[in-house]
């Protein structure tokens, strides 16, 4: 085959636009005749977290798996780095995987490899190491979302949180320049909960990662978001700023955010 | 509650539900070919995972030792107790030897074999990948740039297909050795059991054997990975999966049974 000497540019009608990293267009996908995503577009852009919030069955985690092609659409586009995901051939889409990151709702650790061999476990597939350097990125991967010295313990073994960190070092092994989170928090204490909302925020600010974060806590969507989307019942009913989102008169998302507390002490 | 005018409460009739089954049926089969097609493409290209299959060899072949050991005496045993008295009585004690060998090489060793397998790893396959498939590893996998197809059910068939006829091979070892001692006890000479044996037992019966150990190994492994694979629903789809995979191995070794002796024999 010949190799062309420059990449082969998508052409315009085809490509998502430069600055968009994620470009969604009228995105339709039904299961036995329950709408999962009716109509959906949108972009996120390089560098920005951009949250997706709703309620669970919203259609928010289906919108996330078309972007990594874990499920094809009924109906619409979705372009990842100026890809065309659903039309992409299995082995080009396994390129494209890798230069993401996806971070699982429950952590989705292989039960039957230690946490080190679930950190390791892209490097091995993707890259050509020796058994030192693995260790030594597994090693620098864990103290990265404070796991050190957890590498011979299984998953089984781990508590909730600790999984989800485990599985954010996993994601991040191959240094993808797109991270993807389904419920980074959920499940977890408020304290920990925080902790990786401080990790997702400190990914991006020390590694300039792009990050779309699906998540129902309004509390998380808001301590991270550069850009809010919220989702009902599959469409999209408000996306833009978190200013924004604070001020819109859309009924459903004035609803949604009333479902905040607010935490005041009994005066005794 | 609104009742939507589209939706009736009658039963679906009979022909709709038998063309429903029909349907899905074929659709599974569709699937099942679409897998496996997918698994000879990846071992056409010779993309092979090294340390998945050992693993898979030793479950699949080591681990089975102790049952099979069990399985295969026993089915020897009981060959050589019913021919033994049977044929006492026209004086045709010397048919046991080669009726035990060429039953155990031709049918007992593989067929039980591969049913002994069927329950024990068949089903330990499929609620492994199952397992995976409802906490979303199988998702991990392919995020990970990884085809579950060539991580994980490639190495299970190729493990299966050739640790499979070496567990047959043992069982009919062991099943050889069972008939012998219950026809010592039943009065028949050491001499008489192994010289009928070498007459009747030919190399051809227990190649074609285990050829036929060869498919039943493949047929598990297939069963149990496709299963496993289609698995949805959390702990319960999980154990009908399993289930699914023993019942669905089980009747399949026994129609290929049929056929294959039909081509062998």
Known sequence: MRAPLVPPQPSASQAGPHDAVVAVRDLWKTFDS???????????????????????????????????????????????????????????????????????????????????????????????????????????????????????????????????????????????????????????????????????????????????VVTHSLDSAFRLADRLAVMDAGHLCAAGTPEEILASTVPFVRRFLDTRTVVEVRPS | MHEHPAHTHMPPSLPARLGGALLHDLTQIGRAALMLGSAVRWMLRGRLEVRETLAQLNRIGVESVPIVLVTGTFTGMVLAYQTARQFADFGAQGFVGGLVGVSMAREAGPVFTAITAAGRIGASMAAEIGTMAVTEQIDALRVLGTDPVRYLVVPRLLAGAVALPMVTMFANVVGSVGGYLIALGAG??????????????????????????????????????FRGLQTTGGADGVGRSTTGAVVTAIVLILVFNYFLDLLFF
């Open chain 1, 34 to 212: 329950v709408v999962a995503l009716a109509g959906v577009t949108l972009e996120v852009h390089r560098r920005e977290i951009q949250v997706i919030m709703g309620p669970s069955g919203c259609g928010k985690s289906v919108l996330l798996k078309h972007l990594v092609g874990l499920l094809r659409p009924d109906r619409g586009e979705v372009y990842v780095f100026d890809r065309p995901v659903p039309s992409l051939p299995e082995a080009e889409l396994d390129a494209l995987r890798i230069q993401m990151g996806v971070v699982f709702q429950s952590a989705a650790l292989f039960d039957s490899l230690t946490v080190a061999q679930n950190v390791a476990f892209p490097l091995r597939r993707h890259r050509h190491l020796g058994e030192h350097e693995i260790a030594a990125r597994v090693a620098a991967l864990l103290a990265l979302v404070e796991m050190e010295g957890t590498e011979p313990l299984i998953p089984s073994s781990l508590s909730g949180g600790m999984r989800k960190r485990v599985g954010i070092a996993r994601a991040l092994a191959l240094q993808p320049s797109l991270i993807l989170y389904d419920e980074p928090t959920s499940g977890l204490d408020p304290l920990t909960a925080r902790t990786v909302d401080d990790l997702i925020l400190r990914l991006r600010a020390d590694l300039g990662v792009t990050s779309v």
């Open chain 2, 188 to 225: 028949i000479t050491s001499g008489t059991f192994i010289a009928s044996m070498k007459r009747y037992l030919w190399p051809y019966d227990l190649v074609a054997g285990l050829i036929k150990a060869i498919l039943f190994g493949i047929i598990i492994a297939a069963v149990g990975s």
